[in-house]
């Protein structure tokens, strides 16, 4: 008599103990989704005055009539380069809070690849001549001419690996290599090429390369394999997960290769119609 009022009591304590933990997981998904909402509304708000800052100083730094000293010309395409990074710092914690939201979509439209590549090799030229560092843009002959994508996402998660690239290299070169993906790299990765092919972007560095240990953990939020006091370079570890993120949404993904001291390179697959392999990939969660 008494082990079972025992076993009562014990039994409605475990019951009054799974409530409390629902109610906790409750308020926890109420909150995360207050941050999310919070950081989403925020990034919008600084972005809307930064954007006047950032034109104004490009006036400035034009100079277009001539009366700025060498001074105050330095000073304003500083003010321009620190914004421009602060800029892409808050689109960063806007995304990836969208991507925890699961708030993120894609506006798929026609790319097209050779002006997508020009456009990059104009951008990280310069940075490639600061550092002097060699910089090859090449794309194998007879690709399509675009592809349906999202035009804007696919520069964001190129000029990523690029500027990762620029960064963690100090001698040799980058290259930025477009090419149609090879069909053991797509089995690896449980892609298929039997409804339509892939595309390869790969970013080839001579840097200073990821330790195997950490190659995984690179594509995780805020993690940089170069953490702690003595940090040599600086960033904030979100843009290869939104990247990955980014290139799931498409209908891609991404890969790293890496060797310590030698250099790393990073791969996106894409499918030349993202449409085609987001309804796949609705089909096969479907079912
Ligand atoms: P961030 O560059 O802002 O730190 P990322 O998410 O783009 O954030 O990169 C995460 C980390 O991955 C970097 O901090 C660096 O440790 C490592 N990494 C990325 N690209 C390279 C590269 N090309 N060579 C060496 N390390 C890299």
Same mark, same amino acid.
């Given at each position: 008599?008494?082990?079972?009022?025992?076993?009562?009591?014990?039994?409605?304590?475990?019951?009054?103990?799974?409530?409390?933990?629902?109610?906790?997981?409750?308020?926890?998904?109420?909150?995360?989704?207050?941050?999310?909402?919070?950081?989403?509304?925020?990034?919008?708000?600084?972005?809307?005055?930064?954007?006047?800052?950032?034109?104004l100083a490009q006036?400035l730094? @034009?100079?277009?009539?001539?009366?700025?000293?060498?001074?105050?010309?330095?000073?304003a395409?500083?003010i321009h380069?620190?914004?421009?990074?602060?800029?892409?710092?808050?689109?960063?914690?806007?995304?990836?809070?969208?991507?925890?939201?699961?708030?993120?979509?894609?506006?798929?439209?026609?790319?097209?690849?050779?002006?997508?590549?020009?456009?990059?090799?104009?951008?990280?030229?310069?940075?490639?001549?600061?550092?002097?560092?060699?910089?090859?843009?090449?794309?194998?002959?007879?690709?399509?001419?675009?592809?349906?994508?999202?035009?804007?996402?696919?520069?964001?998660?190129?000029?990523?690996?690029?500027?990762?690239?620029?960064?963690?290299?100090?001698?040799?070169?980058?290259?930025?290599?477009?090419?149609?993906?090879? /069909?053991?790299?797509?089995?690896?990765?449980?892609?298929?090429?039997?409804?339509?092919?892939?595309?390869?972007?790969?970013?080839?560095?001579?840097?200073?390369?990821?330790?195997?240990?950490?190659?995984?953990?690179?594509?995780?939020?805020?993690?940089?394999?170069?953490?702690?006091?003595?940090?040599?370079?600086?960033?904030?570890?979100?843009?290869?997960?939104?990247?990955?993120?980014?290139?799931?949404?498409?209908?891609?993904?991404?890969?790293?290769?890496?060797?310590?001291?030698?250099? /790393?390179?990073?791969?996106?697959?894409?499918?030349? @119609?993202?449409?085609?392999?987001?309804?796949?990939?609705?089909?096969?969660?479907?079912?």
């Open positions: 008599e008494n082990q079972k009022q025992l076993l009562e009591t014990q039994s409605a304590e475990v019951e009054e103990s799974k409530m409390e933990i629902e109610k906790y997981a409750e308020q926890l998904e109420e909150s995360s989704r207050y941050k999310s909402e919070f950081l989403a509304n925020m990034s919008h708000e600084l972005r809307t005055p930064l954007n006047s800052m950032l034109i006036f730094s @034009d100079n277009s009539n001539g009366t700025l000293t060498e001074d105050e010309l330095d000073y395409k500083h380069s620190s914004g421009t990074d602060l800029m892409i710092l808050i689109s960063d914690i806007l995304d990836i809070s969208k991507v925890e939201a699961g708030k993120l979509s894609m506006q798929i439209a026609p790319a097209l690849l050779v002006e997508t590549m020009e456009s990059l090799e104009r951008d990280f030229r310069p940075v490639a001549d600061k550092k002097k560092l060699q910089f090859h843009v090449q794309t194998q002959a007879d690709l399509p001419e675009t592809i349906q994508t999202d035009p804007m996402r696919l520069q964001q998660i190129l000029k990523n690996f690029l500027s990762n690239a620029m960064k963690f290299t100090e001698q040799g070169s980058v290259t930025l290599n477009l090419r149609e993906a090879h /069909s053991h790299e797509l089995e690896i990765y449980a892609l298929s090429a039997e409804t339509q092919p892939y595309l390869a972007f790969d970013v080839i560095d001579t840097g200073i390369g990821i330790k195997a240990s950490e190659q995984g953990a690179v594509f995780n939020a805020f993690e940089q394999a170069d953490s702690g006091i003595e940090r040599k370079y600086g960033g904030t570890g979100l843009g290869l997960s939104i990247s990955k993120e980014l290139a799931r949404l498409l209908g891609g993904m991404i890969y790293l290769v890496s060797k310590e001291g030698e250099g /790393s390179t990073f791969t996106l697959l894409l499918p030349v @119609d993202s449409n085609v392999a987001i309804a796949r990939q609705e089909d096969a969660e479907a079912r």
